[in-house]
């Protein structure tokens, strides 16, 4: 009888240590396992298509050539989007793109918070789609951060080590990227849609 031997998906630090020991061809698992969101990220600071092939690339030859630094203290992923925000910097200096401003309105942290239940609510790909369409007309960092809390849903902590901030710093950047959202959210939500959702939460 044959039998069969079922393998478990390679972990990205099992990964990296093939390609330190040679086996380079393995660096192709972490580009697919990654390039989509690090690709959205970029996307989300530099705004433009083009240029966000490039940075992304840029990212990913970086990473590779750095690999060897990369001591596991944290995850691959928080390391990767890490280079990735430093190379969007570098390309936002040097392309000098005038960066959007958004005028943010009083709003206190309940009203944020509400908003944020409306955004609970509602369907997950419909709740994707509002953000996303939002998020382009924020300004890069704001962007870049807001897409990390909601998509990928990580830690304020976890946020801090990508961004090289402290975690305190990251709170109120988070709440001012927040009141940003929620100012062009209500500017492109309907107050019917807002109200229908906020009513489905009670």
């Given at each position: ?130 953000i996303q369409n939002c998020m382009q007309l924020l300004p890069s960092e704001d962007s870049f951060l807001l897409t990390l809390y909601y998509f990928e849903d990580l830690t304020i902590d976890e946020i801090a080590k990508i961004v090289h901030l402290k975690s305190n710093n990251i709170k109120v ?30």
């Open positions: 009888m044959k039998s069969y031997v079922y393998m478990t998906e390679i972990t990205d630090q099992e990964c990296i240590l093939k390609i330190l020991d040679g086996d380079t061809q393995k660096y192709a698992v972490l580009v697919n396992r990654y390039k989509n969101f690090v690709y959205t990220l970029v996307l989300r600071m530099v705004k433009n298509k083009e240029d966000a092939e490039e940075v992304s690339q840029d990212t990913f030859i970086k990473a590779y050539k750095s690999l060897h630094k990369f001591k596991g203290e944290s995850k691959f992923s928080t390391w990767i989007y890490s280079i990735a925000y430093h190379t969007c910097l570098d390309n936002l200096k040097k392309t000098k793109r005038k960066q959007k401003t958004i005028t943010i309105n009083e709003y206190t942290e309940h009203q944020i918070k509400s908003l944020d239940n409306v955004l609970d609510t509602m369907e997950r790909e419909e709740k994707k789609l509002a950047k988070l709440f001012r990227s927040r009141k940003k959202l929620t100012s062009v959210l209500k500017e492109r939500l309907s107050p019917e849609t807002i109200e229908h959702y906020a009513y489905r939460r009670k």
